[in-house]
């Protein structure tokens, strides 16, 4: 069965969704587990690419953009569709709705920062996610 966890910034917090997702994938990696990493808007994909680069200095987060790199070689990967399908451990979902692909990974992440769109929506999701029966967690954050 899929584990569902949401990761909600806290009032206060100084970053995004982006960041947070960063921060999940480097904690997750320290884990030795693969990443898809579900962003649908492929120019948001691109500025995640970009800051997962840069988003802190004293370390390296293996990653790219799906198409642009080995997938096999490559443990965190940046996906526009949900591709490939052969990704199975931990999917990021940056998606404002829950993906038809969610079943394939053991364990889903649901980020949501303090934009009332994003947290409306969040919400929503979770609500399809227990009316479904999937394991639910929660974690509130600040950055």
Known sequence: MTIVTF??????????????????????????????????????????????????QDSFLPHGLVGTVDPTLTPVLISVNGDPETEQQVLINLSSVIP???????????????DPVQRDAGRDRFRVYRERGYVLEHHLLQL
């Open 7 to 56: 990761y909600s910034l806290t009032t206060g917090s100084r970053g995004d969704r982006l960041l947070l997702a960063c921060r999940l994938v480097e904690r997750i990696l320290a884990q030795h587990l693969r990443i898809l990493i579900y962003c649908p808007e492929p120019q948001q994909a691109e500025q995640l690419n970009r800051l997962l680069w840069t988003f802190r």
């Open 100 to 114: 038809s692909f969610v079943d394939r990974f053991a364990r889903v992440c649901e980020v949501i920062d303090l």
